[in-house]
């Protein structure tokens, strides 16, 4: 069979359901996916193609697919900074140089191999049509094994031709490895037994859910474990939803972009258990949260991440969930003392609240952001998925928004603005019958704009909330410090845009828009855009002066 055939088939046989990809690339691949029913979402741009199968991976929690010509190779390696970041399962799909020519000024030849060293777990070159099966295989395998990541193959051929060639090829796929987690390890019984113990004797304890949880689909476990041995949970912004914000021993996002209150709460600890969590510096702040030194628990299926940041009193290297697990069936009786610590935690939750309470409410005109997070709090569906980008929009929804359910999903730029519309494109691609709600701001939405038109094109009927103050204001304090602590002129201009109603140019471009301009709008804004078959914008009117809480040490 040719390439082409075998790929197609693999693509099919590993679950995929769409591709991600700026032509042209691998053209008789395509061609050969369109009669297994595989979407070929043809994008506006290489870095978008790769946020889309990121979003993709990340809400099916199988590995998205993304492809780009030699000549957008670099585009596509910088679009899979979020995914290495983030542990997203991506495949990226290029074409690469012809050997036979290398060297002789063949028209846009540059070696792109080395720029995926970097953000990628595995990074190789089909060099004949012989070797595709096997490191398709190997690709897949890696890229869901252990901490998940992407992974990258270079096709011969600047549009990847070498799939035109035949051979006699074993398509066949490893159906085990088509799915976040393939294996789970399992747990040492003596260091569940030692953990258990700790978290017995501990008076003021606290349970720190990461990304890692929702990976091994956990939050149950986790959940059950906080509410059998009486302890308070705080999250990464990665495993923001891996228990509902409304729960009662929920004390929300530690770190950077976080609540003051899980913060204060870890800061109070005298024992912390990490379940997932790489320990980073935004879940940390910058490892001041918690305080150095506090005795901790670690579990984690990688065991490089084991102690990497905090010295450990117990490390279990096994999957969350079967390590979860344990815990609760080597859990003794609840230990009474524990209710002054809840009491504690409680307390601090309820005077964030207090604090922060007329901004979520506010009627403000222009609106304030706090109170659209409220409204996204009170409106979105049960099922929803929630994607947000960085930066501010990253600052208020992970200290503002509360999640309300066990399935509701929340997806978080790790890093690069721009991120979150076209992953919410990827995700609702991943989950067509669901609700999906983006959260951006106008720098991060002008990023990939263009995907407006993708959206429409291909039916990817997502909604998207931009929190418009015609503004990147999360540079205002940096700037201002560069003209020595005054605000000038000249300063605003290297922050500030132009005035531009989002939602007219999403309604040039066939999208519904709706645009808001007073905080009684949003709610109804919301209600109409999820009862519409098509892709909507609702751009929301905000306060230029309101700038995100810093995070509290």
Not at 87 to 113: F, H, I
Not at 366 to 394: M, N, Q, S, Y
Not at 445 to 453: A, D, K, L, S, V
Not at 484 to 500: A, I, M, P, S
Request: aromatic share 6%; charged share 20%.
């Amino acid at each position: 069979m040719t390439g082409a055939r075998a790929l197609a088939e693999m693509l099919h046989g590993y679950g995929i359901t769409h591709v991600f990809m700026v032509p042209a690339i691998l053209r008789r691949t395509l061609v050969e996916l369109e009669r297994f029913g595989v979407q070929r979402i043809h994008t506006h741009g290489e870095k978008s193609a790769a946020y889309m199968a990121d979003g993709y991976a990340r809400m099916a929690g199988r590995p998205g697919v993304c492809m780009a010509q030699a000549v957008g190779a670099l585009n596509l390696a910088a679009g899979l900074r979020d995914a290495h970041l983030a542990n997203s399962p991506v495949v990226a799909l290029t074409g690469g140089r012809d050997p036979t020519a290398a060297g002789k000024g063949v028209y846009q030849e540059v070696d792109d191999l080395p720029a995926f060293v970097n953000v990628t777990k595995f990074n190789a070159v089909v060099h004949s049509v012989d070797r595709l099966p096997d490191l398709v295989r190997h690709a897949f395998r890696t890229a869901v094994s252990g901490r998940p990541g992407p992974v990258h193959l270079q096709f011969v051929g600047n549009e990847g031709q070498i799939d035109l060639e035949e051979a006699h090829l074993d398509a066949s796929v490893e159906t085990r490895f088509s799915a976040v987690p393939p294996e789970r390890p399992v747990p040492d019984s003596q260091d569940v037994a030692a953990a258990v113990r700790l978290l017995d004797r501990a008076e003021r304890p606290v349970l720190v859910a990461g990304g890692g949880v929702r990976a091994s689909r956990a939050s149950a476990e986790m959940v059950a474990v906080a509410e059998r041995f009486s302890i308070p949970v705080a999250t990464s912004l990665n495993g923001k939803d891996t228990i509902p914000g409304n729960h009662p021993l929920c004390v929300g996002v530690m770190g950077t972009y976080s609540r003051s209150a899980a913060n204060r709460v870890v800061n109070q600890a005298d024992l912390l258990c990490f379940v997932g969590s790489s320990t980073g510096s935004m879940t940390t702040h910058f490892w001041q949260v918690p305080v150095p030194g506090t005795p901790a628990i670690q579990i984690d299926v990688d065991p490089e991440m084991l102690g990497r940041n905090y010295p450990l009193a117990v490390a279990i290297n096994a999957d969350a969930r079967l390590a979860l697990a344990g815990l609760l069936e080597k859990a003794g009786p609840r230990d009474p003392r524990r209710e002054e610590w809840l009491t504690t935690a409680r307390r601090e939750v309820s005077s964030w609240r207090a604090q922060h309470l007329r901004h979520l409410e506010s009627d403000a005109v222009p609106i304030l952001p706090e109170r659209i997070c409220a409204e996204l709090t009170a409106h979105v569906p049960d099922d929803a998925c929630i994607v947000v980008d960085t930066g501010h929009a990253g600052m208020w929804m992970g200290g503002m928004f509360d999640t309300r359910t066990p399935d509701q999903r929340y997806l978080r730029s790790a890093g690069h603005l721009g991120w979150a519309f076209p992953a919410a494109l990827g995700a609702k691609c991943a989950a067509p019958d669901r609700p999906v709600v983006c959260f951006t701001g106008d720098a991060g939405f002008w990023y990939h704009i263009g995907e407006i038109e993708t959206a429409v094109r291909w039916g990817i009927n997502t909604v998207t909330v931009v929190n418009n103050n015609s503004s990147g204001n999360q540079s205002t304090l940096g700037f201002d410090r560069a003209y020595g602590g005054e605000q000038t002129e000249e300063g605003r201009r290297l922050w500030t845009f132009t005035d531009v109603d989002f939602a007219l140019l999403a309604e040039g471009m066939g999208a519904m828009g709706i645009r808001v301009e007073e905080p009684g709008q949003i709610a109804p804004a919301l209600d109409r855009a999820l009862e519409t078959d098509r892709p909507v914008v609702i751009d929301v009117v905000t306060d230029i002066e309101s700038l995100a809480p810093l995070a509290v040490v």
